[in-house]
């Protein structure tokens, strides 16, 4: 990665989302030419290319680049998009101490905060000026998670929306120094499955969607988790089976369908290979009905 400058945040408090989406550029079509946007603005690249400036500073951004303009400065298009161009963006601000540096050292508070048994000191969180990103597919799903809770309703999405946003920041954080590493490979894998864990995976659509070697994802799994990726999404599959027989009143047949499982055989077998019973006799050593009468086949239970 080539050399870059920071910006760093003294944290807490920790900056905050505003706005963001995902965007499409034709070809043709420019960034848009602004002086003093009032807050930050990240572009995220995912497909095309994007030619953009501030103030004495240009830039050429390829997929899984990322770039941070600042606030009240001027941010200008270098020349047009040459074909069709997919991009994240979002505006987030702060409202307390940051600065741009080159080397990343910890920002200290200008009114120092009494020490307290609950307190944490400050932190300092670093974020690249511009940067490739060696493993983008987290990334992207929290963004793409990002953009959901902005559209749910205010009240309720308030929480979710921060929550989501300083996992974004943290993955901008991490990925510099992750880039190499096969334990993050292997957690990328892991969130991907735990999101996905309803749909049919293979270790061919696993190697597509991260653009690696099966052995090499196997490897990774390995190392981090002591199991392949299959073997990491049965069990959590039998994890989700386990929930569902001891909240729910579905059936067997509908939870074997519903944790992604095509043959109930198949998913009774794995269960009672983890768990030494099969699901129905785990049910009943967990469940009662306290009227006496069996399970119904639907409706939640506390």
Same mark, same amino acid.
């Given at each position: ?214 052995? +090499?994802?196997?490897? !990774?799994? &390995? ?5 392949? %990726?299959?073997? *990491?999404?049965?069990? /959590? $599959? ?27 055989? +198949?998913?009774?077998? !794995?269960? &009672? ?5 099969? %699901?129905?006799? *785990?049910?009943?050593? /967990? $469940? ?15």
């Amino acid at each position: 990665m080539t050399e870059t400058t920071f910006l760093s945040f003294l944290a807490p408090p920790f900056p905050y989302f505003i706005e963001g989406n995902l965007t499409t550029y034709k070809k043709g079509q420019r960034h848009p030419n602004r002086y003093n946007l009032g807050f930050f603005d990240v572009i995220i690249m995912k497909e095309g290319s994007l030619y953009l400036g501030e103030e004495n500073k240009q830039w050429k951004l390829l997929p899984h680049d990322v770039l941070i303009l600042e606030p009240n400065k001027h941010h200008f298009p270098v020349e047009p998009c040459t074909e069709d161009t997919v991009f994240y963006w979002f505006h987030f601000q702060t409202k307390d101490k940051w600065c741009v540096q080159k080397e990343q050292k910890p920002l200290e508070p200008d009114q120092p905060v009494p020490t307290l048994h609950y307190y944490s000191d400050n932190n300092t969180v670093h974020l690249p000026k511009h940067q490739k990103l060696g493993n983008p597919n987290e990334l992207f799903n929290r963004l793409d998670l990002l953009l959901k809770s902005t559209v749910k309703i205010r009240s309720l999405a308030f929480w979710e929306t921060q929550q989501i946003f300083m996992q974004v920041l943290q993955c901008l954080e991490n990925d510099q120094h992750n880039q190499s590493s096969n334990v993050k490979l292997a957690e990328q894998i892991e969130i991907y499955i735990k999101q996905n864990y309803k749909e049919p995976i293979t270790n061919k659509s696993l190697a597509a969607q991260f653009h690696v070697h099966e052995n +090499y994802l196997a490897r !990774c799994m &390995k190392v981090a988790f002591n199991c392949t %990726p299959l073997e *990491y999404l049965s069990n /959590y $599959r039998i994890e989700q089976a386990r929930l569902h027989l001891l909240k729910t009143d579905l059936p067997l047949h509908l939870i074997s369908e519903e944790i992604g499982f095509t043959r109930l055989s +198949y998913f009774s077998q !794995c269960f &009672k290979n983890k768990y030494g019973v099969s %699901p129905a006799n *785990y049910r009943k050593q /967990y $469940r009662r009905d306290r009227s006496g009468v069996g399970s119904g086949t639907g409706g939640q239970v506390p």
